[in-house]
């Protein structure tokens, strides 16, 4: 059974930064791309960051593009987003995904259970 398991959210200030990481089992990671997406409470899920499957094609929503880096690591079967000058409007639940090769966003194949974000100001 594929899991993904979020870690490293928290409470911080704003202006901090936080490393999450999203941890696959039994997934072929090769064959998926992989993704951050956040939900704020009375908030659409709305995608955060995405990687394409080898890595080398990456999306940022407007909001975030220039404070944060989305990357994967094959060895750890692992993907990050490193964030940077946090700020209160990034507060929410963080959640991984993962999309079949060549299916898109729409609909992805596998989430995690989500990590908080809180970002005092």
């Known amino acids: 059974q594929v899991r993904l398991v979020e870690s490293g959210g928290g409470l911080v200030q704003a202006g901090d930064s936080l490393r999450l990481s999203c941890a696959a089992s039994?997934?072929?990671?090769?064959?998926?791309?992989m993704g951050w997406f956040r939900q704020a409470p009375g908030k659409e899920r709305e995608p955060v960051a995405t990687i394409n499957w080898s890595g080398d094609i990456v999306y940022y929503a407007s909001s975030v593009k220039g404070r944060c880096t989305i990357s994967r690591d094959a060895a750890k079967i692992t993907v990050y987003l490193q964030m940077n000058s946090l700020k209160p409007v990034d507060t929410a639940v963080y959640y991984c995904?993962?999309?079949?090769?060549?299916?898109?966003?729409?609909?992805?194949?596998?989430w995690g259970q989500g990590t908080q974000v809180t970002v005092s100001s």
């Open positions: 039994k997934l072929d990671f090769h064959s998926y791309a």
């Open positions: 995904a993962a999309a079949l090769r060549g299916t898109g966003w729409s609909k992805p194949d596998y």
